[in-house]
């Protein structure tokens, strides 16, 4: 399983939601502080199986296609060969356009034996994104003032996740597929 994502030095640039009581929500506990300066992030391409975690790759500027295919080319056989697995996987990904580019098709068809395909608009099926949290956690344990030491924090937690971890992740999969089909392809708790 293969995906990329976006760590912020400061936490979370999205929404926030938090349960509070009536007419609270200007209490300083309710509020998450904005960052003025460097609230700069790092983007990073990863691959994951039941056997553990492949390279953790820093992407430099925007990922898109001609980036993705990069990555794929030089990480995806040695993160195989890491994780023990060589030839013997079935690669998924998400539908992101990147992923689904004409070149990346063709690179994947004569570079991998076997890849998942998923259905448009499911965010729900690839479990490295439930990893991606598991790792922001992690990392927020750490002392997080520049993209140096965001880049430090990823690498070391990134090292010890365990195949225990990403097994429990994959063996979620045939629960993934069945929530989707019973929801007919609406959002599901994964």
Known sequence: MSNESKFNIFGSDGRR???RKVNTEMEPKNLQPTVKYGGDSV???????????????????????????????TNLAASAEKMGIKDDFIFTQDNDPKHTAKKIKAWLSNNVTEYLVTPPQ????????????????????????????LKKALEEEWNK??????????????????????????????
């Open 17 to 19: 939601f938090v349960w």
């Open 43 to 73: 983007m990073v391409w990863g691959c994951m199986s039941a056997q553990g975690v492949g390279n953790l790759h820093f992407i430099d500027g925007i990922m898109n296609q001609y980036i993705y295919l990069n990555s794929l080319k």
């Open 122 to 149: 499911s965010p729900d099926i690839n479990p490295i994104d439930n990893l991606w949290d598991y790792l922001d956690r992690k990392i927020r344990d750490h002392n997080i003032s520049s993209k140096e030491t």
């Open 161 to 190: 996740i365990t195949a225990e971890t990403t097994r429990h992740l994959v063996d979620s999969m045939s629960k993934r597929l069945e929530a989707i089909i019973r929801s007919k392809g609406y959002p599901t708790k994964y």
